[in-house]
């Protein structure tokens, strides 16, 4: 695991630690909670030190009361996974308003996502820590203080925070959102404090060599069931699974598509600051982490996309067809990701896409990420192929299914999900996966050609999901090797026909793509 010193707390590599600013040891601890849990005034910086994000006596941005004076980033990461936890919030979408509420920027802005996203991947290590140090199970532990000992937890063993600030913010934060627990908290933390990280491991993990996936899921806080359907798609090998684990608590880059005919990826790198993608001719990878409000983006010449979604959608325009080649199908669409980039090849090629997508909501998010495209959205059930006059049977050349999944492949960016998804999820999923791609084979021509994507690498949702579908639909398939559709020369794409991507791999999310066609 890593280690206290070899980790900027900012998770930005090659800066100061952003952390370290906020390494404040609160003299005056006097400020008592109230109502609604947000924090009172007083001055808890009693050294004259204030934090970068202190602005004690301004307004606050909606003209409410005076702030508080506050840790602001810590405040801010406190409320965020507050919201996970008791209002099932993602991270990913309250994060953003809260730190915009805060008027939180730059540094600070970096050192709330850092403890906000990094508390919640290691939420599973640091439960079994604080359960330990506590003696007694974190379940029992008041909501609130829970989750600031979460983040002080987190601070301690992840960040270079100095272990007396780590404490006594966190403190500070307990006194603010569950007041009389402070003594209890600084005990529990002084506890923590007592081990790094590896020993906290070596004291609670079961061997590895008696019991690997109980190892794997504490050393690198991931369900166990997680660890196990990721060591069954990698073959079994607890190498690769350790190196996919250590990936997904990592900050993911984010990854632009420069869209085909409108864009050019060396030269949007260039205008964005960014590099070419390893693999997909379409992909930028962003230096600087959040895309902003970038002129390609907002001009429609670019998406955020990751590299293995560009990847899977260019290989189903690639996948040799013969005869007509213009009527393509998106059936699983929203929010329009690989709409975006199948529609813009679609332009290029004199093609035109079909795009379905079952929720309103994300069927007017597919017509505003295709906008002046050759795209015609459909607000429509995908499994009413046959049945719905847009949806013809044997009509279209080219078919994606990029079904709704468990999302296990991208666990990296969501950094909630792998606590909130449940092996109960799989049937319900599996059969709707099933019937969409069947859906798709009896929408496809003869000769045409379907891509299944999931980003997911579970077995029961890849393999088991396309066998079953192909062996009940009734129509007449052969697997293509998905393999000479992706770029030459990629590494570790495996036997074929079918290709699984891995984050720890190729830097992707962890995309599944099999490639039928009818005959
Ligand atoms: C994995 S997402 C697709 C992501 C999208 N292709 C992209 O690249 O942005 C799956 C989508 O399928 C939609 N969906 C679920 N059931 C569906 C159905 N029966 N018919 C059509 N769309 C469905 C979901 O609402 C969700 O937007």
Redesign the pocket.
């Known amino acids: 695991m890593t280690g206290r010193d070899d980790r900027p707390a900012g998770g930005v590599r090659g800066e100061r630690p952003v952390g370290e600013r906020h390494g404040f040891r609160p003299a005056d601890a006097s400020s008592a909670g109230r109502p609604g849990g947000r924090p009172a005034g007083g001055d808890r910086f009693g050294r004259g030190e204030r934090p970068t994000g202190d602005r004690r006596g301004e307004r606050t941005p909606r003209g409410g009361p005076r702030r508080p004076a506050v840790d602001l980033p810590r405040y801010a990461a406190y409320q965020a996974v507050a919201a996970v936890h008791r209002d099932d919030a993602y991270a990913n979408l309250v994060l953003p308003s809260i730190l915009r509420e805060e008027g939180l920027v730059g540094r600070d802005a970096a050192f709330a996502t850092e403890l906000t996203y990094g508390t919640l991947r290691h939420l599973g290590t640091l439960d079994a820590i604080l359960t330990a140090a506590a003696g007694r199970d974190v379940q029992r532990i008041d909501p609130p203080v829970r989750d600031a000992l979460r983040i002080g937890a987190y601070q301690l063993l992840h960040t270079r925070v100095p272990a007396h600030a780590a404490v006594s913010s966190t403190v500070d934060l307990v006194r603010t959102v569950g007041p009389g627990a402070t003594g209890f908290a600084n005990a529990v933390l002084r506890e923590v404090a007592g081990r790094d990280s590896e020993a906290w491991v070596a004291h609670l993990a079961p061997p590895m060599e008696t019991d690997p996936t109980g190892h794997l899921a504490l050393a690198y806080s991931h369900p166990q069931w997680i660890v196990r359907s990721f060591t069954e798609a990698l073959g079994g090998d607890l190498g690769e699974t350790t190196r996919l684990l250590i990936e997904n608590n990592e900050r993911p880059p984010v990854h632009l598509c420069a869209r085909p005919g409108l864009a050019d990826a060396v030269e949007l790198a260039d205008e964005v600051g960014g590099v070419p993608g390893a693999f997909s001719p379409y992909a930028v990878y962003l230096a600087g982490g959040a895309p902003g409000d970038l002129p390609a983006l907002a001009e429609g010449r670019a998406h955020v996309?990751d590299e293995g979604?560009q990847l899977v959608?260019d290989a189903l325009a690639a996948a040799p067809v013969e005869g007509p080649d213009g009527s393509w199908l998106?059936?699983?669409?929203?929010?329009?990701?690989?709409?975006?980039l199948l529609g813009a090849l679609a332009a290029r090629r004199g093609a035109r896409l079909t795009a379905?997508?079952?929720?309103e909501h994300?069927a007017r998010l597919?017509e505003q990420?295709t906008r002046g495209l050759p795209v015609t959205v459909l607000n429509?059930?995908?499994?009413?192929v046959g049945r719905d006059p847009s949806l013809p049977e044997a009509h279209f050349d080219r078919v994606?299914v990029?079904?709704?999944?468990t999302?296990l492949g991208s666990l990296r960016r969501r950094p909630e999900s792998r606590w909130r998804r449940q092996p109960s999820d799989l049937p319900p999923l599996t059969r709707?996966q099933r019937?969409?791609l069947a859906a798709a084979l009896r929408a496809v021509r003869p000769g045409g050609v379907v891509a299944y994507?999931?980003?997911s690498p579970h077995t029961v949702e890849t393999h088991v999901t396309v066998t079953e579908a192909a062996r009940r639909c009734g129509v007449p398939v052969d697997f293509v090797d998905a393999r000479p559709l992706l770029p030459a020369g990629m590494p570790g794409l495996g036997d074929g026909p079918t290709v699984q991507l891995w984050p720890h791999r190729h830097g992707t999310d962890a995309m599944f793509l099999a490639v039928l066609r009818r005959t």
């Not at 379905?356 to 929720?359: K, L, N, R």
């Not at 429509?380 to 009413?384: A, L, P, Q, V, Y």
């Not at 990029?402 to 999944?405: E, L, N, R, S």
Request: charged share 20%.
């Open positions: 996309q979604s959608a998106d059936l699983c669409a929203g929010p329009g990701g690989k709409s975006g379905v997508e079952v929720a994300r597919v990420a429509t059930d995908g499994r009413s994606l990029d079904a709704p999944c999302g709707l019937e969409l994507v999931t980003c």
